[in-house]
């Protein structure tokens, strides 16, 4: 067995953002000591899982998400990973990830996640500008992002990676192309940038019902997407996925676990894993977490990941077709595409077969390209991917 990736959950927020579908949660501080505890003591079960199933114990990549892992102590932030480096084998060129907002970039707590082995922080930025931030329910303004960023790269970090949304209502190609150059000027090893997206059950969705607040334009979206493909390629950066850039040698190992449909385990209330061949994903609610990791959940030789395994609450059907479009479409947001250095040959020929006649319509209308040994977006597909993805779920 290869090496596996490990995403921790942390669904705790200050502030639960008017955009955000994430299970993430404000006002619940009073449960951040027993869900610690409970993480660590799933991260323990998987551990004596793995022993009992004669399965390699290494992990190539760890991702903080959340939620804001950097919102809790950085002591927690500590135990969990002492129970990492004592239960699994992290391989050398392991890549560990801990996503932050600029405001808790204080130089206490980056030294302790230097200390705790954290090598890479992904930082929420989202906007250059005060009043974009505003907009989007931000907690931090743009200064903190800068002093946040550069405290950081001067305590040592070498891998620092900007999060950006586009679209924003009011924001126009001016307003985008100022966050881009802000940016560049602090040259991160990594950006992702996302169009913004009016999510069911968000603040945002209700304010578009109501009449509050206009759905973001995507033809103004399309036009700032096109214009940071030019300007990152300027840049040196190299467009690798969808929505990800990075400088040569950068690209986000964790991310590109999920893109190549490799394995990882996933910790925590509303984790998703993908594992022996199986999806399955952890009950959302951290108080329903903590209860069920405190019933001492059954691990011996038969143990098998089904609903009685720590706090899984369901299983996906995984069928050999969902797996096939699974993979096709994630290896489909990769710029690369599905190609014969990721994917081998037997399985492009298969896809090329499988789906034959929408691959035709959509190159047809000029979305996808193929070659021999490659099926992939085009431009203008990366611009419109939901609508590619659509054909083949």
Not at 59 to 67: D, N, P, R, Y
Not at 210 to 238: F, Q
Not at 314 to 335: C, K, M, P, S
């Amino acid at each position: 067995m290869e090496p596996f990736s490990l995403y921790i959950h942390v669904p705790f927020c200050r502030t639960k953002c008017p955009y955000c579908d994430f299970n993430t949660y404000e006002n619940i501080e009073h449960l951040i000591d027993d869900y610690v505890r409970s993480l660590i003591y799933e991260l323990i079960c998987w551990s004596k899982y793995i022993d009992f199933n004669s399965k390699n114990k290494s992990i190539k990549s760890v991702f903080f998400g959340g939620g804001t892992p950097s919102y809790i102590s950085a002591n927690y932030i500590s135990q969990i990973m002492d129970t990492v480096e004592k239960n699994f084998n992290l391989i050398d060129t392991v890549e560990i990830s801990l996503e932050c907002n600029p405001n808790d970039l204080s130089q206490e707590k980056i030294l302790s996640w230097k200390n705790s082995k954290i090598n890479r922080i992904s930082i929420g930025a989202q906007s250059f500008s005060d009043k974009f931030l505003r907009v989007l329910g931000r907690d931090h303004d743009f200064t903190e992002i800068s002093q946040g960023f550069s405290l950081a790269r001067s305590l040592g970090f070498n891998n620092l990676s900007l999060d950006l949304i586009y679209g924003i209502p009011g924001q126009n190609i001016n307003d985008w192309k100022s966050t881009i150059n802000q940016a560049l000027k602090l040259q991160p090893e990594h950006i992702s940038m996302y169009g913004l997206t009016i999510e069911k059950n968000t603040k945002f969705d209700w304010m578009v019902t109501e009449g509050l607040m206009p759905n973001p334009d995507s033809d103004i979206a399309a036009d700032m997407y096109e214009y940071v493909e030019k300007e990152m390629y300027r840049n040196g950066y190299t467009h690798y996925e969808i929505s990800n850039w990075s400088l040569p040698g950068k690209e986000s190992l964790h991310n590109l676990t999920y893109w190549y449909s490799q394995e990882y385990i996933g910790v925590g209330a509303g984790a998703h894993s993908f594992f022996s061949g199986i999806r399955f994903w952890n009950v959302n609610s951290p108080n329903e977490y903590i209860n069920l990791l405190e019933k001492d959940p059954l691990i011996d030789n038969n143990t098998e990941i089904c609903r009685g395994f720590c706090a899984v609450s369901e299983i996906e059907d995984y069928d050999d077709n969902t797996r096939i479009a699974d993979q096709f479409i994630l290896g489909l947001r990769l710029v690369e595409g599905v190609n014969e250095s990721i994917f081998n040959q037997s399985f492009i020929d298969l896809i090329s077969k499988k789906y034959k006649k929408e691959i035709k319509e959509l190159i047809d209308i000029g979305l996808l390209e193929i070659t021999n040994s490659s099926i992939k977006l085009t431009k203008r597909g990366r611009l419109l991917a939901n609508e590619v993805f659509y054909k083949f779920l």
